[in-house]
């Protein structure tokens, strides 16, 4: 699993103090994009190759509010995916203290060409970098 301990700001408050709902898809889809350049599949080569991961849903189910002074640690597995990585679902799970669940977040995905603007099966370097990639315990092939 990917894990990530991640700081908050001020201006990720809420008017009641906690975390605010947007901050928890930014932070999803920040951390999901460093583990992409970690395993070998960064911005500039999907830019060459011409291709972009392409969000169809994003939700966040809430279990608990976190607040400025909690110590929160985010995680990223896949949960579901297509044998040929063309269709993917990856799930953040927020945790604070001691491995209390604050929030899930969810997002479906799949590949793009961005000069066609259509759906594809993508390259091997994201077949090579989904095979490295942690699984959730009840990971289905799709």
Known sequence: MFTKQISL????????FHLRHSVY????????????EQLGLTLQLMQN???SPVLFREEC????????????????????MKPDGSRWTFQNEFLSGKDKLNAILTVDGDW?????????????VVIDMFKLFPK???FILI
Do not use: C
């Open 9 to 16: 700001r001020w201006a990720d408050l809420d008017p009641n």
């Open 25 to 36: 898809y930014d932070l999803g889809a920040q951390y999901r994009l460093e583990i992409l």
């Open 49 to 51: 190759e011409g291709f």
């Open 61 to 80: 189910v809430f279990k608990k509010e976190i607040h400025l002074s909690d110590t929160v640690t985010i995680t990223t597995k896949i949960s579901k």
């Open 112 to 124: 793009m060409d961005i000069r066609k603007r259509k759906l594809i099966s993508p390259p091997e």
């Open 136 to 138: 959730t315990d009840d």
